[in-house]
């Protein structure tokens, strides 16, 4: 029985490289001439008052380019009359993974077509993940996500909430779903901006 | 003498306060160098806010190295059951002690004259009865030696760190790291033996003094001009003694945890850390010392500039120690900033190739420089 000479296997390619290249020094000065002159090139931007960096600096700078379908920030969309849409139904409370939704809901005589309204809705931004369940959960288009981020970088997990107010208060003109500003109650077309 | 004592505890002071206030410092270039290298803004957010106001100074970060001083000093400093609990308290010290030693024969400035400086004040420029003194803590004849002595010692320190945390990965970082050492240092004495030969002593201020000449009529006769090949050699072998990337095999993270202190925590850790910075200073020093002029700027002695063409430019001495002790620390400065520069543009080696690096490429080189140095001086000098 005959078999065949074991050969060892080779687990990597040996290395191929010129004098110029085992010479190491050469190589060595144009990699630190490259990282040298990013360096360079930079410093020269901070001294002339220019950023030289690709960071952007959180919270104090806010990057332009979020993608159309980002999840960020919640906003509460409004009646032409400026009350929110939400009917206080709760399914976006019940729906959410992470229970960060809390609403209290009241009841308003004034309004037969909508009688029960949110008289708090408030979201923990410390606990939300942002999978947009809430989004999709709600009967009324009440609730949307814009892309940007909600600004709340806070030492004090009790200071990420966001509440009625400033959800409702939303940068209108990242929205081109809703007309903004809101017709006034007499029913004239807005655009009083 | 009196004054002696004064002069000399003034001078210990300043070397010791140039060199802790560098080994703070370069925590904070390299951290900043690496970032803006690597198109990052590096850290800035620690801040000192000034008391019973909202003004908080930012300054560039520079508060983030008393933060993690801060840090160290607060955090638990937990030991682990070693057998060998005296190794492994005193090995941080062991660490940092040489490296400091190492700084009291490099002179950071010329001839001193108190006298002459303190025209102002007749009884005290009286005092000091017209002596003059070096600014070096110790001038001696072979300070080149001790040198290598003190930086030899530091791995005592290393090794003790690794044999006594009774870890593994702390032992193949300390065998790593003397194994390292005696190729580097072996590499390192003998590259600065071509300068030696040039220069015909071993004591630093006669070394520095000998680089104030002028070379072929139009070079200052730097080291670097005579040896340039050594003096890269110098440089390569220097980082490798300093156990820093591309040669921190010793340490490497990515194998080896922390290495040799793997075991370590909160301020004897920051004590090595502390060390390996200041030992950046320490290379720079000895590195301006040796090829760069030492303090003075090109063409200049203790008396001013001498140009070439004999254009001399006399100095008063009061300005000539003031810029001797500037010139001093940027030189200092700008060779730290270019190690930290190599640290973050260089990956490590494998810890063959380092060995291999050391014996079979690094060793001939310099043998071979010392070789056509040695001829050369013969040759040049009947």
């Not at chain 2, 200073?281 to 301006?288: G, P, R, Y």
């Not at chain 2, 200092?332 to 014996?359: E, T």
Request: aromatic share 14%.
């Amino acid at each position: 029985m005959s078999r065949k000479p074991h050969v060892r296997r080779v687990y990597w390619n040996e290395p191929t490289m010129t004098w110029w290249e085992r010479a190491y020094l050469f190589e060595i000065i144009r990699g630190l001439l490259i990282t040298g002159g990013v360096f360079m090139k930079n410093m020269g931007k901070w001294m002339t008052g220019r950023k030289g960096a690709l960071t952007t600096y959180y919270p104090e700078e806010t990057r332009a380019d979020y993608a159309a379908g980002n999840r960020g920030k919640h906003i509460l969309t409004q009646r032409p009359d400026g009350s929110p849409q939400c009917i206080a139904c709760n399914m976006c409370a019940t729906v959410c993974p992470a229970q960060v939704i809390e609403i209290d809901a009241a009841f308003d005589a004034t309004d037969p077509a909508h009688p029960k309204y949110p008289s708090r809705f408030e979201i923990d931004y410390s606990r939300c993940i942002f999978c947009g369940l809430c989004v999709e959960a709600c009967p009324e288009d009440a609730i949307r996500m814009v892309k940007t981020t909600p600004g709340l970088p806070s030492a004090d997990r009790d200071h990420m909430w966001l509440n009625l107010t400033e959800l409702i208060n939303w940068n209108p003109h990242s929205d081109v779903a809703k007309p903004y500003p809101p017709r006034d109650p007499a029913g004239k077309p807005g655009a009083t901006q | 003498m009196i004054q002696d004592l004064v002069i000399y505890a003034v001078y210990i002071g300043y070397a010791l306060g140039v060199l802790l206030t560098f080994g703070t410092v370069l925590t904070w270039v390299e951290r900043k160098q690496a970032a803006v290298m690597s198109d990052r803004i590096g850290a800035n957010r620690a801040y000192v806010r000034i008391p019973f106001t909202q003004i908080k100074l930012v300054w560039w970060g520079l508060f983030h190295g008393i933060a993690d001083g801060l840090k160290m000093l607060l955090k638990e400093d937990w030991r682990p059951k070693s057998y060998d609990w005296y190794a492994y308290a005193v090995a941080p010290w062991v660490v940092f002690t040489p490296v400091l030693l190492v700084f009291a024969v490099i002179p950071f400035g010329g001839m001193l004259d108190p006298g002459k400086l303190l025209q102002a004040l007749p009884a005290a420029s009286a005092w000091f009865e017209g002596r003059t003194y070096p600014m070096q803590i110790a001038r001696l004849d072979a300070g080149l030696l001790i040198v290598f002595a003190f930086g030899g010692m530091s791995i005592i320190g290393a090794m003790l760190a690794g044999w006594s945390s009774s870890n593994k990965f702390s032992m193949l970082g300390a065998s790593r790291a003397g194994s390292q050492m005696i190729s580097y240092e072996l590499v390192m004495g003998l590259t600065v033996l071509g300068l030696i030969l040039i220069y015909g002593t071993l004591d630093l201020s006669a070394v520095v003094q000998q680089q104030s000449g002028i070379l072929l009529g139009f070079l200052p006769a730097w080291g670097v001009f005579y040896q340039p090949f050594a003096a890269t050699l110098f440089m390569a072998a220097a980082i490798a003694e300093n156990k820093r990337i591309p040669f921190d095999l010793p340490e490497a993270e990515s194998e080896l945890i922390a290495g040799f202190y793997t075991e370590y925590s909160a301020m004897k850790m920051g004590l090595f850390m502390f060390a390996e910075f200041i030992e950046i200073a320490i290379v720079s020093a000895l590195f301006t010392t040796l090829f760069l002029g030492g303090y003075n700027l090109p063409f200049m002695s203790d008396a001013g500039f001498t140009f070439p063409g004999n254009h001399v430019v006399p100095m008063a001495h009061g300005l000539v120690v003031v810029t001797q002790l500037l010139v001093f620390l940027g030189k200092v400065l700008l060779m730290s900033s270019f190690q930290i520069l190599i640290r973050w543009s260089l990956p490590r080696f494998r810890y063959d190739q380092v060995l291999l690096f050391a014996w079979k490429f690094m060793l001939p080189l310099a043998i071979a420089n010392l070789t056509v140095t040695a001829v050369a001086v013969w040759a040049l000098n009947p």
